[in-house]
């Protein structure tokens, strides 16, 4: 296990070179850093000297170099816009991201898999047919026309919730956290709800899809021939069997939940990593960018690492397998 | 039933008012698109960083509501006798926000802050061969030449507290990394910022030791940045921010037919414009003349400016909030051209004649280049432009860029004609002349924005003669001579001046200065 566990790290670092790699050739084309970081009056001159002092004259290979062996020391450099270390810049923005895609997650799996299992079994119900035209409606609307959506009402129309923001953020151990005030509630419902749409969605369709297999496989109409009651059942024996592959799924996409938070972010203006990521790109702020970006492809290793882990904890066959 | 309905809204929308003004009076929140970079007065000549910093550090001379200069930490100043330059005589008793006394020492100490290679602000002592501090309250800049404007172009040189400075190893601006003043203040001005998390939110509070009492009642205000407009709307009309610039114009009329708020539209002081490619050979996006440059004819200049219908773009696009522009400055700028306040007419007909006599009875086709998010509806007015060039035979093919890649291909020369926005940073009609007409000359450090490079003698010849004319009426017939040399040449096809629009709450009181610059000392909330 620890040598199936150090083995993904090393991997990671690897995905994490190919990553910095691929955004690097990216960043000739998303723009000039220099004329984002002068004024209209500054001369040809000063900006010259701007570009070789930031080392912008460098081939790629030296300027992609330089990056990752910087980083490799732990140096992440500093944003061409603030000038403020990356690393700290980064790191302020993390719990935010994070908590929005937790709570994200965890709203759609509140209410993706009861309704996915009430799908499944009543599959010609006029409510199963409700929640599945309205879900797809949710999906099929963009994130950005939904988050619109509900500012409008539940902020402007209704007064009821923030618009923007954060709201009240307490700090613990350097951690910002907006989970233990009700005003740092408020504003997180709206900004966890657009996120957690189309995750909601797939969560729903994936239980319902995999509820309806499991119930028509043999040991079930067995179960049910033997006379078990319904409730066990459905819960105990379908339902257990339904979740190896959603947990899958469902994990994988935790890493897009996190990476994607960036169109939400900015509709919300919640001061996470991807609308710092958003700000970053409008000034060609290159260092920003690439740290972001490995972090966000750590982040999809280590998701994927921690999927692979609870999926042997789940499957007993795969534990022996591992054992064998 | 009914009754009691109606009894519990009054009593709660009382209660409500009531709850309203009491926060009001104490806090005034607004949000502007962009979070201003650094707090750092020298480092970026950028407009948020120095809308911003205005509120809390002063410079020797500031604008008033109408943009004129006024004193501000110096109280007069007079040219230099017998040589070329400005005497200032400071102001005496006015104390940083740590309770540091202002002297000349702190002016020369900014000079020198604000005019090294790390500064991006040093363009303006350009001129500036020495400073020197007669007494604690006096201090001179020596310039190369006689500098009538010199006071006007400093009006954003902030003073910064030399010990406060040196103390916090602040010397310089950051170049790379941050140091102390990247986020942290001390200055003179009217407010000091008590809190700043970089891009979320940053507090300031009132400076109880400011020197002079024009000042609105805010006792706290909060800039939160919020980039997306539909938000930034949503927070305006949900009350949690009690101002936004700059509203998109398509949501002007929802804010303005709504209860509880109003809207102030203003012109800003930047023309919009199209330029050409002057110095190109050949055309770079053309399907048809590849070998030759129409442009350089400025009869085909002429009549790309005949097709324009600015009013159709002002109904269209603009939705009727912009005035058609006639030079590169807006009337009411020092130095604006009456004598040549006449653009060439809508007329297709003309257009085509002119064409024709160049030699181009049929056409051609041709690049235009516009940005999509850097001037108010940029990309739809490219659009219309190009529909109207195709109506006379000119066939645009249309290519539109994020800002961040714009100034980048213009550089590398990659337009046949592109979209350009100019605010003249002085408020004076040479500016524009300086960047944009002025052949290209890197020693010089002119025609820097001149990407087309547009190149007349006479032009050249001038523009260190207004630079030097010290009598108005002169300075201005030669201002005038240089834009009727531009308007028969067709430089520039100058559009139309951009338009401000401010909206907030009913009880905010604000005044729009034209520079867009965001003076928390002139909100008054009741």
Redesign the interface.
């Known amino acids: 296990m620890v040598y199936f566990i150090l083995k993904r790290l090393l991997q990671s670092v690897f995905v994490m070179l190919a990553v910095a790699l691929l955004a690097f050739s990216l960043f000739r ?4 850093p220099v ?12 900006r010259e ?1 701007l570009r070789e ?2 080392g912008l004259n460098d081939p790629f290979i030296a300027q992609f170099a330089r990056f990752t062996g910087d980083m490799l020391q732990g140096d992440f450099g ?1 944003s061409y ?5 990356v690393a700290e ?1 980064i790191a302020d923005r993390i719990p935010a991201t994070l908590e929005l895609g937790t709570v994200a997650l965890i709203i759609s799996l509140i209410v993706g898999i009861p309704a996915g299992v009430y799908t499944a079994l009543r599959p010609r119900g006029f409510i199963t047919q409700t929640i599945l035209m309205t879900t797809l409606v949710g999906v099929s609307i963009p994130t950005f026309v939904i988050g ?1 959506m509900l ?2 009402l539940f ?2 129309q209704l ?1 009821w919730l ?4 954060r709201g009240g953020t307490v700090e613990i151990g350097g951690w910002t956290s907006s989970l233990f005030t009700i005003d740092g509630w408020r504003a997180l419902i709206l900004p966890a709800l657009t996120l957690g749409v189309y995750q909601l969605t797939l969560t729903m369709r994936l239980v319902r899809a995999e509820m309806m297999e499991v119930l028509r496989s043999d040991y079930i109409r067995f179960a049910t021939a033997r006379g078990i009651p319904y409730r066990r059942l459905h819960f105990r024996h379908a339902l257990a069997n339904t979740m190896i592959p959603v947990i899958t799924i469902i994990g994988l996409q935790f890493g897009g939940v996190i990476a994607f938070s960036i169109v939400t972010e ?4 919640w ?1 996470g990593m991807g ?2 990521f ?2 970053s ?4 702020d290159i260092p920003v960018m690439g740290v972001y970006l490995v972090v966000i492809a750590f982040f999809f290793v280590l998701v994927n690492l921690l999927v692979d882990m609870l999926y042997i904890a789940i499957d007993p066959r795969l534990r022996v397998k591992e054992a064998a | 039933m009914r009754s009691r309905n109606l009894m519990w809204s009054a009593a709660l929308a009382a209660v409500m008012a009531t709850a309203g003004s009491a926060a009001m009076a104490e806090t005034f929140r607004w949000a502007a698109t962009t979070d201003p970079q650094t707090m750092d007065p020298h480092a970026v000549n950028a407009a948020p960083v120095l809308s911003f910093l205005n509120n809390v550090y002063e410079g020797l001379v500031r604008r008033g509501r109408d943009m004129s200069i006024e004193p501000s930490l110096a109280t007069s100043w007079t040219p230099l006798e017998g040589e070329n330059g400005w005497r200032f005589t400071l102001r005496e008793g006015v104390t940083f926000h740590d309770g540091a006394t202002f002297t000349a020492e702190d002016v020369l100490f900014s000079y020198q802050r604000a005019s090294d290679e790390a500064s991006d602000v040093r363009s303006w002592f350009a001129p500036v061969t020495d400073v020197r501090v007669v007494d604690e309250f006096t201090i001179d800049f020596v310039t190369n030449a006689p500098n009538p404007l010199f006071p006007d172009g400093i009006a954003n040189f902030m003073i910064l507290d030399s010990g406060w400075a040196e103390a916090n190893d602040a010397a310089l601006p950051a170049r790379d990394a941050e140091n102390y003043a990247t986020r942290n203040t001390n200055g003179t001005g009217p407010f000091t910022v008590a809190s700043r998390d970089p891009g979320v939110e940053t507090r300031l509070v009132p400076h109880d030791g400011w020197w002079d009492t024009d000042r609105g009642n805010v006792t706290e205000a909060v800039l939160t940045p919020i980039g997306n407009a539909a938000t930034g709307l949503a927070a305006l009309l949900s009350g949690e921010i009690d101002f936004i610039e700059p509203v998109p114009l398509q949501d002007v009329a929802q804010v303005e037919g709504r209860d509880g708020f109003k809207v102030i539209e203003g012109e800003e002081t930047r023309v919009i414009m199209f330029g050409f490619g002057h110095e190109h050979d050949t055309l770079l996006y053309s399907s048809d003349v590849t070998d030759a440059n129409p442009f350089t004819d400025p009869r085909v200049r002429l009549a790309a400016a005949h097709a324009i219908n600015i009013d159709a773009i002002d109904r269209v696009v603009m939705r009727g909030k912009i005035d058609a522009a006639s030079q590169l400055v807006p009337a009411g700028i020092s130095g604006y051209s009456e004598a040549n306040a006449d653009r060439p007419a809508y007329d297709p007909d003309r257009a085509r004649e002119l064409l024709a006599e160049a030699g181009y009875p049929d056409g051609f086709s041709f690049g235009l280049k516009c940005t999509n998010d850097r001037y108010i509806n940029d990309e739809a007015l490219c659009r219309a432009a190009a529909s109207m060039f195709a109506a006379v035979g000119m066939n645009a093919e249309l290519t539109t860029v994020p800002v961040r890649n714009y100034w980048e291909q213009l550089r590398a020369d990659d337009f046949d004609m592109y979209l350009l926005g100019w605010s003249p940073g002085t408020f004076d009609a040479e500016h524009p002349i300086r960047f944009l007409l002025h052949s290209q000359d890197d020693e010089k450090k002119l025609g820097s924005w001149n990407f087309g490079n547009y190149s007349n003698a006479r032009v050249d010849e001038l523009l260190p003669q207004i630079q030097q004319e010290l009598v108005p009426a002169t300075r201005q017939s030669l201002i005038d001579e240089i834009v009727a040399i531009t308007q028969e040449e067709v430089a520039y096809i100058p559009l139309y001046v951009q338009p401000l629009i401010w909206a907030m709450q009913d009880n905010i009181d604000v005044t729009q200065r034209a520079d867009n610059f965001f003076m928390l000392r002139w909100v008054s909330v009741n």
């Open positions: 084309f998303v723009g000039d004329s984002q970081m002068t004024g209209v009056e500054t001369s040809v001159e000063d000297r002092e930031l500093f816009r603030t000038r403020q270390p810049m619109i500012i409008f902020g402007v007064g923030p618009t923007f923001g900015s509709v919300f203006q001061p609308l710092l958003l700000e790109i409008r000034f060609v």
